[in-house]
Structures are given as structure tokens and as C-alpha cells.
């Protein structure tokens, strides 16, 4: 199967950096639009930043430069560069793909539409 697992949250001091990775693990073949949401207690998820596979890039305005996305297709990675953060910018942060072909082994070859990590919290105090 499929996993993307995001890491790097924490707490920061306002004012301060947080790397965010999102690796996709299993057999797969290629990862379309890859984005970084996130989702603030009481508050809706909204959108920070996506990259297409060819590096095209989008920002919600709130964190129009502050916010890097990038990504490594080799490592099938994709990474949220935070810095200059906020105490606003306190959420849990998820990666999502647009859609993953992967290989199954039973299966063949498959698709995962709209696929999602468990998330990481970032904290930064007021």
C-alpha cells in the first residue's frame, strides 16, 4: 500500500524555522500535485501551499513569503520550509497528494485519489 508521513512539527519561538518533510512510502510509480494543508483548533482546514510534479508552485496568501514548498521526486518527498512563523500559524499541518500510482503486489497497478498524511502539530507560542 500507500503511507505519506509528514514530520518536523514542534514548538518555535515566534520568529523562528520549522522544516516540514512529507515522504510517500510504498511502490510507486509517479505522485501528481503534491499540497500541504493545515487546521487550527475550532478552525477549518485550509490550504498553505502546493507544488505540481514539475515544481509549480501556490501559497495561501497568509503565508506568501514566509512559506517555501518544494519537492524531491527521486526521495518522492515533499518539504514545507516555515520561517519568519506566528503564533497564527499554530495548527497541525497535513501533506496530500492529488493522486499516487503505486504498484500493488497482489493488485498491479493502482490509484489513490486525494490521499492524506496523519498530520504534525506546530506550535508557536504567543
Known amino acids: 500500500q500507500v503511507q505519506l508521513v509528514e514530520s518536523g512539527g514542534g514548538l518555535v519561538q515566534a520568529g523562528g524555522s520549522l522544516r516540514l518533510p512529507c515522504a510517500a512510502f510504498g511502490t510507486i510509480l509517479s505522485i501528481n500535485t503534491m499540497n500541504w494543508h493545515r487546521q487550527a483548533l475550532g478552525k477549518q482546514r485550509e490550504l498553505v501551499a502546493s507544488?505540481?510534479?514539475?515544481?509549480?508552485?501556490n501559497y495561501a496568501d497568509s503565508v506568501k513569503g514566509r512559506f517555501t514548498i518544494s519537492r524531491d521526486n527521486a526521495k518522492k518527498t515533499a518539504y514545507l520550509q516555515m520561517n519568519s512563523l506566528k503564533p497564527e500559524d499554530t495548527a497541525v499541518y497535513y501533506c496530500n497528494a492529488d493522486r499516487i500510482l503505486f504498484t500493488d503486489h497482489d493488485l498491479g497497478a493502482r490509484e489513490a485519489v486525494d490521499y492524506w498524511g496523519q498530520g504534525t502539530q506546530v506550535t508557536v507560542p504567543s
Open positions: 507544488i505540481t510534479s514539475g515544481g509549480s508552485t
